[in-house]
């Protein structure tokens, strides 16, 4: 293993408010940790909880000689254990059967200064050395040049005061290993000026022989697969650690960001580096079509083996064809145990080594297949596999129970009822659709802030090196480059125009009858409403005698409304932002939507966009979309806002746009995935609770949902989590589901009060009220985007038909937003009107502000007038 040029020191128990993030850290494969009597046994649990995630440098040289302390550090997965003496010499005495590479030496840090302490230590070329806590750079500088950058144990060296820069160049380019505390680093040094930046220092042990200095860099995936062969430089790798994604240096055209254009971007796992620092290696997950340009996941071609068999397992569980046995192994668990029962037992006597290879080919298919059902990878086996080659405490592994003898097991008969029939939904056993439950009472407002976090984005910055280079392309090539990202983007090779204009025709508007009536039903609400907060005559107020101030209103002119098209088809949308934007009186709608497969776009689109007077449907999603809506093409009409929820690519391109004066557009609100909270007293019935979470846990694997279940009991609670359980493994988009649980809550409050604390402490998107005396609760309502009251009440009527809007703040910014309405159309626009005798009420106290300000001209503006009245009245 080799050694890296940076560790990050970090501490887990009090984490730093600056410096380098935990996910940052993972992506350097590397952290120090620091263990003391007090933080023993967290350090044991952290190093379990995230082994895979980082390899473990581990300070052990204060811990007492205690060689329990010691093998248990070992055991549990410390890649590199730092010792005294007296340590390293009762883990020989042990004699556990331990690689002492793991082990490395530490200097005492009154030796650390020391010619004689660093030459008796280097001596023992099994043990690597760590020098701590170093005020000078120069002795420990000289003795590793002296003693030479090869063949030596690897030297790792932390610094008593925060180091500069050139201090730790100065020792990474003599393959020395650098512990710097993570509060002191960064990956945006451009910005965060007094920090130390991760990517120059990592790079600086970095060697080439080539004429353009560029490093060769293996990228491959989880698994260890080679995925591709490319290059890195300086930049590309300080790049790729600030946006935790893959970014290359091309030698045609500069900085490489993976997936910018293709939509194959690859999540960075960690980057190393070879024994000579003359070859990276990137480990990624690889999203999209795959690596290759020629859309493989592979430059070598299709995957095989295993990774080839982990990816059609999971295509199955997601949506086999009919007819296929995989699918019927995932439906019936006793049919899957059955085989690999069997297939272990065909292995075993085996005797030649094909039939032991067809076998044990054989079993492992059944294997995974268990496996995949359950959500585990072969990443994670290989994991499971890492920490176990890393015990030094071995069992005896004698065979257990019915199988210690070495015989079949005998059959066994079973009275019990037959099961019943297996449903056609696939789904993964041993894994209950369930949401994590935390009590309030039995945790700090600091932690119950935390556990209400949303789940996490990419990063700004991995996401904005994705929009920025579309929105650039879409203002400067116009239908050109609008054209060309949603043929790619939304698989649409055919498009010819990504402009639809009114009037549309009839054929592109064919609806059932049933669905005609629901929209019309739903327009003629949503217009009520919204009718009903029409301004019916200006604001006017005389301030003072003489003097007249009003406010009136005026529509946006040009508004451009975004409906999505992702995972789900939502004519909704169209609705919710057309019906108020005509009622406002908008003078120019445009939709813009991506395009389905064909070309072609929903009917109901169509048919909602001729209702409310669009007079263009722009067949693009995505960046794109907003830039040609915030822009103009030479076909899609500019606009002076943008309103429509979207996914975080959607949202970015928003932000981006709102902030250029180029554009002079602006947004409704900032939009997150959808999400819904619950509350719930011992009159809900969990049914209700249940589909109303489910609800919005479908929209995406990013929605978040939330119940704060007031004073229930254990049997009150298992009987909402039957509910969902059952109804979620009822719904096609069960998978989809399942992610949004993952990261979904139930938190159990003791009163009505501690319920709607924590709700406005959250402010969500969808507050639904199942509990008794609902109506008389809503006055405890601070913070959210639009309030269900009652039984009788789900969250899909607002969605649809009730005549509330459903573009509603989320992600938290129900705190300084509303939801969409009429006003979001409108503008406000006012005016003062003064008299004679108003201006001589108003004008000494305008003279003496404006003179406090030292503005002359504001004050003889005012001054020139009543100058003027004087001589007339005179």
């Known amino acids: 293993m080799a050694a890296p040029p940076l560790v990050p020191a970090y501490d887990f128990v009090a984490p730093p408010s600056t410096g380098l993030s935990i996910e940052s850290i993972a992506h350097l494969n590397w952290i120090f940790l620091t263990i003391t009597p007090e933080n023993y046994t967290q350090t044991l649990g952290f190093i379990t909880r995230n082994f895979g995630r980082f390899n473990f440098l581990i300070d052990a040289s204060s811990l007492p000689s205690d060689f329990t302390q010691l093998e248990s550090l070992l055991n549990v997965g410390t890649s590199k254990l730092i010792t005294n003496l007296d340590q390293l010499q009762l883990i020989r005495d042990s004699k556990l059967p331990i690689d002492e590479e793991r082990l490395i030496l530490a200097i005492a840090k009154r030796e650390s200064a020391s010619r004689e302490a660093f030459e008796n230590a280097i001596r023992d070329t099994s043990l690597g050395i760590f020098v701590p806590d170093i005020t000078d750079i120069e002795p420990v500088r000289g003795w590793l040049q002296e003693y030479g950058t090869d063949n030596r144990p690897p030297v790792y060296i932390s610094f008593e005061e925060r180091p500069t820069l050139s201090e730790i160049l100065a020792l990474t380019k003599i393959n020395a290993s650098v512990v710097v505390d993570s509060q002191y680093l960064t990956t945006t040094p451009a910005t965060e000026t007094k920090l130390l930046g991760v990517g120059e220092i990592y790079a600086s042990a970095l060697k080439s022989d080539r004429k353009d200095g560029l490093f060769t860099t293996l990228v491959v995936d989880e698994q260890g697969v080679a995925l591709g062969l490319v290059y890195s430089s300086r930049e590309s790798v300080a790049e790729s650690l600030k946006t935790g994604t893959g970014v290359y240096q091309s030698r045609k055209r500069g900085l490489w960001y993976k997936g910018a254009t293709s939509g194959a971007t690859q999540e960075l796992v960690k980057i190393d580096m070879d024994c000579d620092g003359d070859c990276l290696r990137f480990t990624v997950r690889q999203k999209g079509k795959g690596f290759c340009h020629l859309e493989t996941r592979t430059c070598f071609g299709a995957s095989t083996g295993l990774g080839a068999l982990q990816t059609t397992l999971r295509s199955r569980l997601a949506s086999a064809p009919e007819g296929s046995y995989t699918a019927r192994l995932f439906k019936d668990p006793k049919l899957l145990r059955a085989k690999i029962m069997e297939e272990a037992e065909e292995l075993c006597e085996a005797e030649t080594k094909d039939d032991v290879a067809w076998e044990a080919a054989d079993l492992i298919y059944f294997a995974l297949t268990k496996c995949v059902a359950a959500g585990v990878s072969i990443a994670d086996i290989e994991r499971n596999l890492d920490a176990k080659s890393l015990k030094v405490v071995r069992r005896k592994g004698d065979a257990k129970g019915k199988w210690a003898d070495g015989q079949k097991p005998q059959e066994t008969t079973t009275t019990s009822a037959p099961e019943k029939p297996t449903t056609d939904i696939p789904i993964r056993m041993s894994d209950r659709v369930e949401m994590t439950r935390y009590v309030a009472a039995e945790v700090s407002s600091a932690e119950l802030e935390n556990i209400l976090k949303r789940p996490s984005h990419k990063s700004s910055e991995t996401i904005m090196g994705i929009v920025n280079p579309i929105i650039k392309a879409v203002r400067t090539e116009g239908d050109k480059a609008l054209l060309a990202y949603t043929q790619k983007f939304d698989r649409c090779p055919d498009l010819k125009s990504t402009v639809l204009k009114a009037p549309y025709p009839e054929s592109l508007m064919t609806l059932t009858p ?47 409304l975004y409906i999505p098209g992702g995972t789900a088809v939502l004519p909704s949308t169209a609705l919710m932002l057309g019906v108020p934007a005509m009622v406002a009186g908008c003078k120019t709608i445009v939709f813009a939507s991506p395009p389905r497969p064909d070309g072609s776009i929903t009917p109901e689109i169509v048919y909602i966009a001729h209702k409310v007077g669009a007079e263009a449907i722009v067949l693009a999603g995505g960046a794109q979309a907003v830039a040609a809506l915030a822009y103009g093409t030479e076909s899609v009409p500019k606009v002076d806002k943008i309103l429509g929820p979207g996914n975080q690519f959607v949202t970015a391109a928003k932000m981006v746009v709102s902030n250029d004066t180029g554009a002079t557009v602006s947004i409704d609100m900032p939009a997150g995935p959808s999400e819904v909270l619950v509350i719930a007293d011992k009159t809900a019935n969990p049914a209700f609770v249940a589909s109303d979470l489910l609800s919005q846990a479908e929209h995406g694997v990013d929605s978040q949902v939330v119940l704060i279940a007031v004073d229930l009991s254990d049997e009150q609670l298992q009987a909402i989590g039957d509910e969902l359980h059952a109804q979620a493994m009822a719904l096609p988009r069960v998978d989809i589901v399942r992610g949004a649980i993952d990261h979904s809550v139930t938190v159990v409050v003791d009163s009505i009060e501690k319920a709607f604390e924590v709700s406005n402490l959250y402010a969500p998107e969808h507050l639904i009220l199942q509990i008794a005396e609902a109506k008389a609760c809503v006055e405890k309502v601070q913070n959210a985007g639009s309030v269900f009251i009652g039984p009788w009440t789900p969250e899909s009527v607002g969605d649809y038909s009730a005549g509330v809007n459903h573009s509603l703040p989320t992600y938290g910014y129900a705190r300084q937003y509303s939801g969409v309405n009429l006003a979001t159309y409108v503008k406000h626009i006012t005016s003062s009107e003064l008299s004679f005798e108003g201006l001589q009420n108003l004008g000494n106290a305008v003279m003496d502000l404006a003179a406090v300000e030292g503005l002359d001209a504001h004050r003889m503006a005012v001054k020139i007038r009543l100058d003027h009245m004087r001589k007339s009245s005179s």
């Open 514 to 560: 049933e669905v005609k009536a629901a929209i019309d039903l739903s327009y003629d609400n949503i217009l009520k409403f919204h009718a009903a907060q029409k301004e019916s005559k200006p604001l006017v107020v005389e301030t003072m005698p003489g003097v007249q101030c009003s406010r009136f209103a005026r529509p946006v002119e040009r508004v451009g």
